[in-house]
């Protein structure tokens, strides 16, 4: 039993509003070891102003005692054109949910009564990074354009934050969206490459040990019938376009728990393995864009190229999907 600290860790969540955010939102909601400060949203699975009414209809689900503000960030990337994932996540990023009625005909879920922030998610970003220093994690669920907007900005502000977890690229095992690249790092490589040259301390939660962490679709069924819940509801909702995708796509119906994974490792650092590497992101070829480019190499001179991400190579799956599910 790994002995989490007992001063929450005060969080900034920076996510682009899709269905695995949402799962990782509600965990950081309802952990007692994070103490979430705001969430700031951009564009990535969708548009920024969707994503953000995404991460509000999360919280008016979730009812915490205390709403993080919600600030909205940039509407597409550095340099490349926009691309999303409507197809894998629903046209609202979050599986569709008008579809869903009450037995009575009524919305299941109504119109927001909760709106976002009037402040820009650069200024909230910078803010934290101000207020709370090293003791500051930010968790980046989506492309990095909010953060490397940030560091252009203000450089000298975020290198005083504690850590960045990022869900995005991949170390030893192929991309998800290309060959080479994964969907976040391949949505604004130019953003990624920018927070790897940041000299800001970064934990990479890719890939390599997502696909570890699977959720079957007969769990979250379970869940809705052993404990009936708005939150299980919404789960089971929310998740339908989203695993019917990988049902469909790779012969398994569920979905990878990607953002969780990030979630978990801020909570408890303990589930996973990690090796320290040099880490580059590839911005301009032809069939390589967003790549993260790993120097593996046994010669590797840590002089010029000094490591600069902590990657997570391996999960305990089991104790993962434990916490998980006691958070959700």
């Given at each position: 039993?790994t ?6 860790i ?11 955010d ?22 990535g699975n969708i548009h ?12 008016s ?5 205390t709403l993080p ?7 597409k990337?550095l340099?490349k ?10 046209a609202d990023g ?5 579809q869903?009625?009450?037995a009575d005909?009524?919305?299941?879920y109504?119109?927001l009564t909760?709106?976002?922030s009037?402040?820009?998610a650069?200024d909230?970003?910078?803010?934290a990074a101000?207020?709370y ?9 989506g492309p ?5 907007t940030a560091?252009?900005?203000?450089a000298a502000?975020m290198?005083?934050?504690g850590r960045i977890?990022i869900?995005g690229?991949a170390?030893?095992?192929?991309g998800?969206?290309?060959a080479?690249?994964?969907?976040n790092f391949?949505?604004d490589?130019d953003a990624?490459q920018?927070?790897?040259?940041s000299?800001?301390?970064l934990t990479l939660?890719?890939l390599?040990?997502?696909m570890?962490?699977p ?7 379970d869940?809705?019938q052993?404990?009936p819940s708005k939150?299980t509801q919404f789960i089971a909702d929310c998740?339908?376009i989203y695993?019917a995708?990988?049902?469909d796509n790779e012969?398994?119906y569920?979905?990878y728990?990607?953002d ?5 490792v801020?909570i ?5 393995k990690?090796?320290?590497?040099y ?7 032809r069939?390589?864009t967003g790549?993260?480019?790993?120097d593996?190499?046994d010669r590797?001179?840590e002089k010029?190229n ?5 990657a997570?190579?391996d999960?305990?799956t089991e104790q993962?999907?434990?916490?998980f599910?006691?958070l959700?």
């Amino acid at each position: 039993m790994t002995i989490l600290q007992s001063q929450p860790i005060p969080v900034l969540v920076d996510t682009d509003g899709g269905v695995d955010d949402a799962l990782a939102l509600i965990m950081a909601l309802n952990s007692p070891q994070l103490d979430l400060k705001a969430i700031t949203v951009l564009a990535g699975n969708i548009h920024v102003d969707q994503a953000a009414n995404n991460v509000l209809r999360v919280m008016s689900i979730v009812q915490p005692n205390t709403l993080p503000i919600v600030a909205k960030g940039c509407e597409k990337p550095l340099v490349k054109q926009p691309f999303n994932a409507a197809g894998i996540h629903g046209a609202d990023g979050l599986g569709e949910l008008d579809q869903f009625k009450e037995a009575d005909g009524t919305a299941r879920y109504p119109k927001l009564t909760i709106e976002a922030s009037t402040e820009n998610a650069i200024d909230v970003i910078l803010k934290a990074a101000q207020e709370y220093g090293d003791s500051l994690n930010i968790v980046a669920l989506g492309p990095l354009t909010n953060l490397a907007t940030a560091i252009q900005k203000d450089a000298a502000t975020m290198k005083k934050i504690g850590r960045i977890i990022i869900m995005g690229g991949a170390v030893t095992v192929p991309g998800n969206i290309t060959a080479a690249a994964e969907f976040n790092f391949f949505v604004d490589p130019d953003a990624a490459q920018i927070v790897m040259e940041s000299g800001i301390p970064l934990t990479l939660v890719g890939l390599d040990v997502a696909m570890k962490a699977p959720l079957p679709r007969q769990v979250v069924e379970d869940n809705l019938q052993r404990r009936p819940s708005k939150l299980t509801q919404f789960i089971a909702d929310c998740t339908g376009i989203y695993m019917a995708f990988y049902r469909d796509n790779e012969g398994f119906y569920g979905c990878y728990l990607h953002d969780p994974l990030a979630m978990a490792v801020a909570i408890d650092p303990s589930l996973v393995k990690t090796e320290l590497f040099y880490m580059m992101v590839e911005t301009e070829g032809r069939f390589t864009t967003g790549l993260s480019l790993v120097d593996r190499r046994d010669r590797r001179d840590e002089k010029t190229n000094p490591p600069n991400v902590e990657a997570c190579l391996d999960v305990d799956t089991e104790q993962f999907l434990k916490l998980f599910d006691q958070l959700v």
